[in-house]
Structure formats: C-alpha cells, structure tokens
C-alpha cells in the first residue's frame, strides 16, 4: 500500500466551514499529490508537491490550499467548504517501478458537504 | 487542455472472454502510459504501464501503445467476475511537469459468470 494514510477517511461537515484533509507517508518520498474523484469526471489533480514548503496548483486549485512542512505529511485545507467540493478525495505518492515513475494513492476521503 | 478519454461503459462480457478497454489521448508528447484498476469504495491500484509502442504482457493483461494513433488499450485475457472494476487510463505528459498524471473518466468493466 506505499504506507500511505489519510485522515479522516470520513467526515461530514457544513457549508461555510473549514476543513483540512491530511495525508501521511512513512517512505520519504518526495512528491505527494492531491486529487478528487466525481463521477464522470475521473481523477483531477487540485495540488502537488516536490519537496518541503514547495507546491503547485493542479487543474481543480480553487477553492484549496496546500501546505508540507514535513516530508511525511501533505494537508489540504478547504477554508469554506461549499457543496461542490462534496467529493471522494485521494492523496498519492510518486515512486518508481521497474525504472518508471509512477504513482501510489492512499485509501481516499470522502467527504460531504451539507 | 490535455485530455485522456476512455468510454465511460459499462463494458460488460462473459466470464472467459477478452475484454478490450481503449484510451486516447490529445498530447502528443506523452511519454508514458498506465492502466489502474479501481474496485467500487476503493482505491485505484497500478496494473501495467507501457512507454515503447507495441505491446506488453503480463499474465492475462496486455497494454497496447500506438503513438502515431495516440491510443494505449488493455486488453484482459480470460476475464473472470473478480475483474469487474473501473479501469482507468492515465497519462504522463512529460519530463518538467512534476510528475503530473492525466486521468481519463475510467470504464466500468462487468464480467458476468
């Protein structure tokens, strides 16, 4: 499974209000993704990550933040959560495979916005 | 926009048959291509990547690339009802995009016993 966590993997919660997602890593990689689920929609990456304290948005940034202070853990913060960020949301990690990079994801989030 | 796309389905087939799930995608400087199986409240697990065209084998799965035609497929040989999932098509668009996956909307494959 990569030894990645994710944490709550449930967790329901009303418009307006803040919410952070986390998601641990125990093999020191050094890129960590964020991504939703919908139906029809497929995976969509919202943010990543190269190293400590640097990040970039994806195609979904808005609405989210990003931080990594620590190379193990990757938090995603919804400052107002809204109904459309209702979502299964997935971490992942980059590693390698036979000499490819590829990526790993965690068990998921799902999470519901009232 | 770079763009993956799968048929949504379902893609149903008898148990035994040869299931075929096709991708296509819009950048032409894609370098490396992956097939995920999802089973439902799961999460998307690796099954095969390929980057050289042709084809590639692994047990009962084989990945098909065609550059030219911009299309990677899976094939599932001897399908059996454990390998109704949603397969996922994802894309690696490059050297210098952090490693970034594009992901096609996925097929939702049924094996009936």
């Known amino acids: 499974d990569a030894g990645i966590t994710q944490s709550p993997r449930h967790k329901v919660t009303e418009t307006g209000t803040p919410v952070t997602l986390r998601c641990h890593q125990t093999e020191n990689h050094r890129y960590m993704y964020w991504y939703r689920q919908d139906p029809g929609h497929g995976l969509r990456l919202i943010h990543y990550?190269?190293?400590?304290?640097?990040?970039d948005k994806g195609e979904v940034s808005d609405g989210y933040s990003v931080s990594r202070s620590k190379t193990e853990d990757f938090l995603l913060t919804l400052e107002s959560a809204t109904s459309s960020q209702t979502s299964v949301y997935f971490c992942a990690i980059r590693g390698q495979d036979r000499g490819t990079d590829t990526q790993y994801f965690g068990p998921g989030t799902r999470l519901t916005v009232l | 926009q770079k763009e993956v796309e799968q048929n949504s389905g379902p893609l149903s087939v008898p148990e035994g048959a040869i299931a075929s799930l096709n991708c296509t995608y819009s950048d032409r400087g894609s370098q490396s291509f992956f097939w995920y199986r999802q089973y439902s409240g799961k999460s998307p697990e690796l099954i095969m990547f390929?980057?050289?065209?042709g084809d590639k084998e692994d047990g009962r799965f084989t990945a098909q690339l065609n550059k030219a035609s911009q299309y990677v497929s899976l094939l599932i040989r001897d399908s059996q009802p454990s390998d109704s999932a949603t397969y996922l098509c994802?894309?690696?668009?490059?050297?210098?995009?952090?490693?970034?996956?594009?992901f096609g909307q996925g097929t939702e494959l049924s094996v009936k016993p």
């Open positions: 990550s190269y190293g400590v304290k640097d990040t």
């Open positions: 994802a894309v690696n668009t490059g050297v210098g995009q952090g490693g970034k996956l594009i």
């Open positions: 390929i980057y050289s065209n």
